[in-house]
């Protein structure tokens, strides 16, 4: 595994000088050579993040917690796309919709959270009530 790591910093340190050369010999395309790259790098990680999801996913349910596990693995996984998608739309120039898209990926999280909010207050209320 830290062979994996060693080789995607250093390909995204080449990358990243590479998209440097680009910008100041005026390629108008860098922004998408960085997004291209970003691509890549995830590429690479894309079959360690499915088993790690299936594994958790596996030990939760063995548990008895896979509801509560399958949601947390969901803020996860929004919370990194939308961060993602956040910052190439940001590589590529496009601030407004960078912030709009971290804005929107928030409201996501809460409306994913809030029925566990809602749930805690009901039982939180019923254990005082009584």
Not at 74 to 96: M, N, P, Q
């Amino acid at each position: 595994m830290s062979g994996d790591v060693v080789r995607i910093c250093a390909s995204a340190l080449i990358a990243a000088v590479c998209g440097i050369l680009l910008r100041e010999l005026g390629w108008r395309g860098a922004g998408v050579f960085s997004v291209l790259a970003l691509v890549i790098f995830l590429g690479t990680v894309a079959d360690g993040i499915s088993s790690l999801s299936k594994d958790v996913l596996l030990i939760s349910e063995e548990y008895g917690v896979g509801r509560t596990a399958k949601e947390i693995l969901k803020v996860i996984g929004v919370s990194y796309l939308f961060g993602i998608c956040s910052d190439v739309c940001s590589e590529l120039g496009e601030r407004a919709i960078a912030g709009a898209l971290t804005v929107v990926g928030r409201v996501e999280i809460l409306l994913i959270v809030m029925p566990y909010f809602f749930e805690m207050i009901r039982n939180a209320a019923a254990l005082v009530g009584q």
